[in-house]
């Protein structure tokens, strides 16, 4: 058997597939890293894409939390192999927060989050719409008990008006905004720039614009807030019989 435990962590989701988590996840990664906090990451699923941008974000090897091929149980080992001597890990959910596989196995991002013991931070489409993006934070933050939600990342918001109106209905909820991104060319990195292609295809045109990324993510998102959730999870011992050498 052997110990490890959790580091600092917290679970990147959204409300929905397209919504922005991948940005704001990699985003964060890349702007935290260049502050010279050590970063690991992971991606829920068998997703073999995200994690190379994940990668180069981080300088750290990424990581899958696949519960549906693995089970809940060993989670928790996952998380802390991703994140061993990390200061932080960053965990990007999979579809929708509480979406997982068709056959009721274990998957979705929440129950991986409850796994984790993991704080999550819901990112959140606000174009179009104003008022109306409380209650859908409303309904995630209420629809399942267990699911420890810290905050709200807003995304593709128009103008300062718009985000002040929708700041102020997601805060009455009662879970503070931790970063609110403008609709930008920035932010539409990876389907402007690159399209879904794996890092290796484009290795310098993803390292530019991962460059871009992070810096316009560390200016529109509070890291001390952000990084504050991720402490806020307990330090959990892990022990685990490995077989990997």
Same mark, same amino acid.
């Given at each position: 058997?052997? $110990? ?22 990699? *985003?964060?990664?890349? +702007? ?19 994690? *190379? ?17 693995? *089970? ?23 579809? *929708? ?17 409850? $796994?984790? +013991? ?61 970063? +609110? ?10 389907d402007r720039h690159l399209g879904l292609v794996p890092v290796v295809e484009r290795p310098g ?41």
């Open positions: 058997m052997v $110990a490890s435990s959790l580091p600092p962590r917290v679970v990147i989701a959204g409300t929905h597939s397209g919504v922005g988590k991948t940005t704001v996840a990699t *985003g964060l990664m890349a +702007a935290f890293t260049a502050t010279g906090v050590r970063v690991g990451t992971a991606k829920v699923g068998p997703d073999y894409i995200d994690p *190379g941008y994940h990668a180069l974000a981080s300088g750290s090897t990424p990581r899958n939390i696949d519960a549906w091929m693995c *089970g809940l149980d060993w989670v928790p080992s996952m998380g802390a192999r991703a994140g061993a001597g990390k200061d932080l890990l960053i965990v990007e959910g999979v579809m *929708g927060l509480f979406d997982g596989a068709a056959d009721g196995t274990p998957s979705s991002t929440a129950e991986v989050a409850t $796994a984790l +013991a993991a704080p999550v931070i819901l990112v959140v489409d606000a174009s179009s719409s104003s008022d109306s993006i409380a209650a859908v934070v409303h309904g995630f933050h209420t629809f399942r008990r267990g699911v420890s939600l810290a905050g709200v990342v807003l995304n593709r918001l128009g103008s300062d008006s718009h985000e002040q109106a929708v700041r102020a209905a997601v805060t009455a909820v009662g879970l503070p905004v931790l970063g +609110a991104l403008r609709r930008d060319d920035q932010l539409t990195w990876r045109e993803v390292v530019e614009s991962l460059a871009r990324l992070g810096a316009a993510v560390a200016q529109r998102c509070d890291l001390d807030a952000i990084h504050a959730v991720a402490r806020s999870a307990p330090r959990a011992a892990v022990s685990e019989t490995r077989t990997e050498s």
